[in-house]
């Protein structure tokens, strides 16, 4: 595993510093819906990265958003609590179900692990989408989820604000993250990754990490989830399968999985390009999947170990145009 | 619920599950030889389904003819994408998973962009059914599942007898040993993508004339396939037979006593229940 | 080196924004910019591609013709589509930019249940008139006063199609349907049984399949061990309608068929066949070559064919006549602003390619926001779709 060549406080600074400014920089409302969006799915791809450090693919990450999504839109709506109380108590209901979920899952491992994981992610889809109608509104989704209330005075009714709140939330997560990655858990949990079994005979709980990863994971995608219901205010079943899924873990490996902050160059970079290329309307996704086919083959540790690459190249293209004819030393 | 019913629920499931089979066998080669998980795999099926529209439906020609025709030209659309996309991706399955996803998207936008968006009816070659002891099935479906079967047993020999398809078998073991045996390992990943490819292709022409084709006819077959070899165990033949049947039963017999959205659930509980007991599928092992 | 790399980056990024907001702020100052949003990828390509086509055929007629002419300004229309992939926050965020970038007042057109919810959390905020043909109940309504349906929804067809069956075809009592697993086929379903349990048939058999599937044998084996005179194919689209009517026919299906919401005739006659298609009664398809449409209407259908190589389904159709409509209304209200388009929608019919239209529905959802047009039983003989009733909805007939 590379170990970030960016001090980790500076990193995490960056993003706040990045976030802070926007709005200075522009109000306009689109523009605000793909920051806040942006900021949603780094929370959802950090927090997948964690669980891939461990080896963990986990299809089902985008599920235990959609459990928070769906706890946090029926108390507040059903049971008339605040938003700031199920915001927490949603991330917490995804964390619970994480694990019997999780500890079934980890019983495999490897592509069986992938593969049983989508499994369960279809299972709740597909659960939300036909069962309990009265609840979660079946096919046709819930509606009518309010915004976030009033916190000490502030309100969060505009873009802005909700923007802002995500951003809070985001730069959170992103801090605990970094800091977990930087510590002996992230160094214990790259070890996991490369040789389940070296780490066991070591006498690391493999299984125990692993779940710990698998439940943290979940509670901040619940975290995200809730955000989520009362920003859209709409919630459908689609929002929590395969395609929404599929897109996290293209960020994240895009980005690079090797580093804590791959997800952060995965997200923010593609979640820009495929705006862009909305405009090619009909042409959208043929350009999409093209830009992931040849940013794969052009960097397949992932764009965050672009640099480190382009210098190891430097360094021996240079090391090749320098060394005398016939000194036979390999650069 | 007369025995009747439960007897046609059965064979509705068994009916199409060898076609399902070819498709889930094409997956489970292109795994066991290059260990990575083709996601464009359905859109393969899809190109198959075209390549029929077009020969079959538009210029006439023979049914059987054109289905030769379809395996090879999705075969060779196989060799060219592991050539030109997966071949350095041997093992990492990962990237390999983003790739192929890329691949999907592009196949399926290109296709809608050439083909259109409506579904295309392809003429059933075989009209007619077959009724007895209270139960029924079409011609087509008889032929369309015999003509399954028949490429399944196809594979197998050549799997087993000729020497590419030991090859194979040798690298689905072990790549080393394969490779010191004098095998070319870049030659049998590309045939082996293309043979994968090709049996996806073979199993769209297959089901064109039954369920007319569309851009997004991919999804559903490539989704039941992989249920199948879980069920059966990647990598094993006799396991993705086994496997196609028991999803095909349990689906049929599954329609009579539940809904669509509880059946589907089933099957993916049935995915879980497998992973947890037996990992390696109910055959697997290979 | 690094250097010069650097500066490259940087004159790259530079024109790349550069052309960006060029092409985007380079607004001539009498340009109408409307939105249309939908599925363009995917399985329910068909439903977005179409409504993308019906309202690119109507903005070229009027451009051709010198423009749209509002007041005293002629305007060139300018249509910006975005795909949603039936995804409801892809939905939203699209239409944030429709709302926001394009600075669009106007989005005719958009399909799929929850992607409608979705886009209207933009829309009805900003006053942004929305066109759409999603089917749920929670789409209409007193607190969504800027959007409405362009297209007949079986609230306002189940009945009178069942009505005119129980009529004309006394034998038929026993009824099965089966609708696509989604917001469509849940809502067509349920107004379909209402009507019929209003009407005293029986409802053999009220059935959902997910969509995608193309193997109806076991649903359809369970269907029919009902024993049904009529198999209706509700809400299921064209290609899988198609199936279904096939396969039945191979299970030894004889009895009476309908299509309740019916799109693309063509298609479902192409892949059920000549003999399983035959007799299938529908209140909404359209036959643009049938001998009975007006001749704009074969018109139409013979430009979009020759334009699209496809012939064109309902949606197409309603689509283009929503965007008639509701140009027509602009032209009336003489003003843009959406306030008073709509007070010039709601004011009187309109000519359209469907006949004579009206804004209406207030009964069933507290709002006049469904468009209501005639609605035409046609059954299918021989491969060709031929009308053989017409249905004034109660607001047309006076």
Redesign the interface.
């Known amino acids: 595993m590379e170990r970030s060549a960016v001090a980790p406080a500076a990193g995490v600074a960056l993003i706040a510093l990045g976030a802070a400014a926007l709005p200075l920089v522009t109000r306009d409302s689109y523009y605000l819906d793909v920051a806040t969006t942006i900021l949603m799915n780094l929370t959802l791809t950090m927090s997948f990265r964690l669980q891939v450090s461990t080896g963990q693919i986990n299809m089902a990450h985008i599920s235990f958003m959609g459990i928070g999504a769906y706890a946090s839109a029926l108390l507040v709506t059903r049971a008339g609590l605040s938003f700031w109380a199920t915001l927490w108590i949603g991330a917490l209901v995804a964390a619970l179900l994480a694990v019997p979920i999780g500890s079934v899952a980890l019983r495999v491992s490897g592509p069986y692990y992938f593969l049983i994981t989508f499994a369960f992610s279809e299972v709740v889809r597909l659960f939300f989408n036909n069962f309990f109608e009265g609840l979660f509104g079946g096919p046709s989704g819930l509606v009518g989820i309010p915004k976030p209330g009033r916190l000490l005075g502030l309100v969060f009714d505009g873009k802005l604000a909700l923007y802002g709140l995500m951003a809070v939330l985001c730069v959170v997560v992103v801090l605990a993250l970094v800091r977990l990655d930087c510590s002996r858990f992230g160094l214990t949990a790259g070890a996991i990754r490369q040789a389940d079994l070296v780490a066991e005979t070591l006498g690391v709980n493999v299984f125990r990490y692993k779940l710990t990863t698998f439940v943290l994971g979940s509670f901040v995608a619940g975290l995200a989830g809730v955000f989520f219901a009362h920003y859209r205010q709409v919630l459908h079943s689609s929002d929590f399968g395969l395609e929404p899924m599929v897109l996290l873990v293209v960020f994240t490996v895009i980005g690079g999985t090797g580093s804590v902050w791959g997800p952060v160059v995965g997200t923010i970079l593609m979640t820009i390009a495929s705006e862009l290329l909305r405009e090619l309307h009909h042409y959208e996704i043929l350009v999409f999947g093209a830009v992931l086919i040849l940013t794969m083959l052009f960097a397949p540790e992932g764009l965050v170990a672009l640099p480190g690459a382009a210098r190891r190249l430097l360094r021996r293209v240079r090391a090749r145009t320098t060394a005398p004819a016939g000194a036979g030393l390999a650069p | 619920m007369s025995i009747e019913?439960l007897v046609?629920?059965l064979l509705?499931?068994f009916?199409?599950a060898m076609v399902y089979v070819l498709v889930a066998l094409g997956l489970t080669l292109i795994f066991s030889i290059l260990e990575i998980?083709n996601f464009a795999h359905g859109e393969f099926y899809m190109l198959g389904g075209y390549v029929t529209y077009y020969l079959y439906a538009l210029f006439g020609v023979n049914y059987f003819a054109t289905l030769v025709l379809a395996i090879l030209t999705v075969g060779i659309a196989g060799v060219v994408a592991e050539r030109l996309?997966f071949h350095?991706l041997r093992g990492?399955?990962?990237?390999a998973?983003?790739?192929s996803?890329?691949?999907?998207?592009?196949?399926?936008?290109?296709a809608?962009?050439a083909f259109?968006?409506?579904?295309?009816?392809v003429?059933?070659a075989f009209s007619g059914?077959v009724r007895g002891l209270g139960v029924?099935i079409?011609v087509e479906r008889l032929v369309v599942s015999l003509s399954a079967i028949v490429l399944i047993v196809a594979l197998y020999l050549f799997l087993r007898v000729s020497r590419p398809g030991r090859a194979m078998r040798a690298v689905a073991q072990d790549p080393d040993a394969a490779a010191l045996q004098g095998v070319n390992i870049d030659v049998v990943s590309a045939l082996g993508f293309g043979v994968g490819c090709a049996l996806a292709g073979g199993a769209g022409g297959l089901?064109a004339p039954?369920?007319?084709v569309?851009?997004?006819?991919g999804?559903?077959p490539v989704v039941k396939a992989?249920i199948i070899i879980?069920i059966g165990g990647?990598g094993s033949l006799p396991g993705a037979v086994l496997g196609g049947l028991l999803l095909g039963g349990v689906?049929?017999l599954?329609?009579?006593f539940m809904?669509?959205?509880?059946?589907?659930?089933l099957g993916?509980?049935m995915?879980?229940v497998v992973?947890?007991v037996r990992?390696r599928g109910l055959v697997g092992g290979a | 080196m690094r250097i010069r790399a650097s500066i490259a980056t940087i004159v790259m990024v530079a024109l790349v924004a550069a052309a960006v907001t060029a092409t985007r702020g380079a607004a001539e100052d009498k340009t109408l910019t409307i939105g249309v949003l939908g599925p363009l990828s995917g399985g329910a390509a068909s439903y977005g591609v179409e409504l993308v086509r019906g309202a690119e055929m109507r903005a070229d007629e009027i451009n051709k013709a010198g423009g749209l002419k509002v007041g005293n300004d002629v305007y060139h229309i300018k249509l910006v589509s975005y795909d949603h992939k039936a995804l409801a926050a892809d939905a939203a965020t699209a239409a944030n930019k429709l709302v926001f970038q394009d600075k669009v007042k106007f989005i005719i057109g958009n399909a799929v249940g929850a992607t409608c919810n979705a886009v209207q959390t933009v829309t009805e905020p900003e006053k942004v008139l929305f066109s759409f043909v999603c089917w749920g109940t929670s789409n209409l309504g007193p607190d969504k006063p800027y959007s409405f349906r362009a297209m007949l929804s079986q609230w306002e067809v189940a009945e009178p199609f069942y009505r005119w069956v129980k009529d004309k075809h006394p034998a038929v009592k026993r009824v099965a349907l089966i609708s696509p697993n989604d917001t469509s086929g849940k809502d067509t379903n349920t107004a379909v049984v209402k009507a019929l349990k209003g009407l005293g048939f029986e409802v053999a058999a009220d059935e959902y399949y997910e969509r995608g599937t193309k193997d109806f044998y076991p649903i359809l084996t369970k269907m029919l061990a009902t024993k049904p005179d009529m198999l209706d194919v509700a809400a299921a689209p064209a290609g899988e309608g198609g199936l279904i009517l096939k396969q039945a026919r191979e299970l030894g299906f004889k009895g009476a068929k309908g299509w309740t919401a019916g799109t693309n005739p063509f298609t479902i006659i192409g892949v059920a066949g000549k003999d399983a298609a035959e007799g299938v009664w529908s209140p909404t398809n359209i036959n643009v070559k049938s001998d009975f449409v007006s001749a704009t209407v074969r018109r139409f259908g013979e430009e979009y064919e020759k334009r699209y190589k496809e012939v064109p389904g309902v949606i197409a159709v309603a689509n283009y006549a929503a965007f008639d409509v509701i140009t027509k209304a602009m032209q009336d209200a003489r003003s843009l602003e959406t306030d008073k388009v709509l007070t010039a929608l709601t004011q009187k019919p309109f000519d359209t390619v469907w006949g004579k239209l009206v804004l209406g529905g207030k009964d069933t959802y507290g709002i006049d926001r469904q468009f209501l047009y005639p609605m035409v039983i046609s059954e299918i003989r021989d491969g060709k779709v031929v009308d053989i009733a017409q249905v004034l909805p109660a607001a047309l007939k006076k």
């Open positions: 019913l046609q629920a509705n499931g009916g199409l998980i996309i350095d990492r399955a990962l990237n998973f983003i790739v996803l890329g691949l999907l998207w592009v196949m399926q936008a290109g809608q962009l259109g968006v409506l579904d295309k009816p003429p059933s059914v029924v079409s089901l039954l369920f007319a569309s851009p997004a006819m999804a559903l992989f879980i990647m689906e049929g599954g329609a009579l809904g669509s959205a509880a059946v589907n659930i993916f509980v995915v879980i992973l947890l990992p």
